[in-house]
């Protein structure tokens, strides 16, 4: 959530000195070629929030999250990597969310840049806290 509470904030701080025609979407090669009002810009922000909520309940409720059939000692221990790939997809898509509706006020790249640091600081931690401690001897 803190990547997509950055860009809301540097939303509402750079609003008013948006464009009232932004550009919403992109082509394979990283050309604009769709327009629409700025507002679409809080929409974006909205989706990403519905993705996250969806994503915080699947993994606060595990049976939701679609595993093949298994018995149950295999599935607890395979749930960790499925939640693990769920919290790494958030935030992949928070940075994207986040980079379109920064791109129409972000001519130098700073704010994008503070993005990529906000993304990498959870999902360093997650990984780290996710990886199996080593016992010597085993």
Same mark, same amino acid.
């Given at each position: 959530? +803190?990547? $997509?509470?950055? *860009?809301?904030? $540097?939303?509402?701080?750079? *609003?008013?000195?948006? !464009? +009232?025609?932004?550009?919403?979407?992109?082509?394979?090669?990283? %050309?604009?070629?769709? /327009?629409? =009002?700025?507002? *679409? @810009?809080?929409?974006?922000?909205?989706?990403?929030?519905?993705?996250?909520?969806?994503? $915080? /309940?699947? @993994?606060?409720? &595990? !049976?939701?999250?679609?595993?093949? %059939?298994? =018995? %149950?000692?295999k599935r607890l221990k395979k749930l960790p990597k499925y939640q693990l790939t769920l919290v790494v997809i958030g935030i992949i898509v928070s940075l994207l969310f986040g980079s379109i509706t920064i791109f &129409? /006020?972000?001519? =130098?790249?700073?704010?994008?840049?503070? @993005?990529?640091?906000?993304?990498?600081? &959870? @999902?360093?931690?997650?990984?780290? +806290? +996710?990886? &199996?401690?080593?016992? !010597?001897?085993?």
């Open positions: 959530f +803190s990547i $997509l509470i950055t *860009y809301v904030i $540097l939303l509402a701080l750079n *609003y008013a000195t948006i !464009k +009232s025609d932004v550009p919403i979407h992109f082509n394979l090669r990283g %050309e604009t070629d769709g /327009f629409g =009002d700025k507002i *679409y @810009l809080w929409y974006i922000a909205i989706f990403n929030l519905l993705i996250l909520v969806f994503i $915080l /309940f699947a @993994l606060y409720h &595990p !049976k939701i999250i679609n595993l093949p %059939e298994m =018995d %149950e000692a &129409p /006020f972000d001519k =130098d790249g700073k704010y994008f840049l503070l @993005l990529v640091f906000l993304t990498f600081i &959870p @999902l360093i931690a997650i990984l780290a +806290s +996710s990886y &199996p401690s080593v016992r !010597k001897g085993n």
